[in-house]
T-cell receptor, first 113, second 114 residues
Framework: NAGVTQTPKFRVLKTGQSMTLLCAQDMNHEYMYWYRQDPGMGLRLIHYSVGEGTTAKGEVPDGYNVSRLKKQNFLLGLESAAPSQTSVYFC????????????FGPGTRLTVT | SQQGEEDPQALSIQEGENATMNCSYKTSINNLQWYRQNSGRGLVHLILIRSNEREKHSGRLRVTLDTSKKSSSLLITASRAADTASYFCATVPSLTGGGNKLTFGTGTQLKVEL
């Protein structure tokens, strides 16, 4: 199993550009999450999903949108990137039967200039 | 807002020594977890302790939880260079509102020198 994978690994955007980050998991997990990690801070939850077709806001959702059209994929979109969105983005998943332990992807480093 | 605050922010020890890091949190919790993050990588789950537990062991890891003080500690015994990483505590509040959402602390950077 590949576990949780994220695409792309690195990206540089100009202010105002848009992009989509892809998270995929092959563990048949029900729950998926998007976090951002900034220097000196822990991870902060952006959006999450408890199942296919459902999404919910986390702690810092502004400026981001998400979609969960397939159980194995969770997409994070930035419609109009801002320098404040420069960060490392992590995706995670967890199975419904083993709540609490989350499995993380390797991260996407995004720079907005 | 961050639920957990970790102390110290950075810790440097010699191989073979024990490393202790602490986590404080603000609200009632269902459980507390510790994760490790190697440089440039994703987080890896280490251990979970439930609110009705006081101590838990896993290999060289020992976690304690004091719900009256809203604090936890992670002890790594006989540290190795490979333990060099950042360590984060994460809490699941008693009232989660669904989704099993974790709230992470700010992390402790551990460096184990040969």
């Amino acid at each position: 199993n590949a576990g949780v994978t994220q695409t792309p690994k690195f990206r540089v955007l100009k202010t105002g550009q848009s992009m989509t980050l892809l998270c995929a998991q092959d563990m048949n997990h029900e729950y998926m999450y998007w976090y951002r990690q900034d220097p000196g801070m822990g991870l902060r939850l952006i959006h999450y999903s408890v199942g296919e077709g459902t999404t919910a806001k986390g702690e810092v959702p502004d400026g981001y949108n998400v979609s969960r059209l397939k159980k194995q994929n969770f997409l994070l979109g930035l419609e109009s990137a801002a320098p404040s969105q420069t960060s490392v983005y992590f995706c995670a998943s967890t199975p419904k039967y083993k709540l609490y332990e989350q499995y993380f992807g390797p991260g996407t480093r995004l720079t907005v200039t | 807002s961050q639920q957990g605050e970790e102390d110290p922010q950075a810790l440097s020890i010699q191989e073979g020594e024990n490393a202790t890091m602490n986590c404080s949190y603000k609200t009632s919790i269902n459980n507390l977890q510790w994760y490790r993050q190697n440089s440039g990588r994703g987080l890896v789950h280490l251990i979970l302790i439930r609110s009705n537990e006081r101590e838990k062991h896993s290999g060289r890891l020992r976690v304690t939880l004091d719900t009256s003080k809203k604090s936890s500690s992670l002890l790594i015994t006989a540290s190795r260079a490979a333990d060099t990483a950042s360590y984060f505590c994460a809490t699941v509040p008693s009232l989660t509102g669904g989704g099993n959402k974790l709230t992470f602390g700010t992390g402790t950077q551990l460096k184990v020198e040969l």
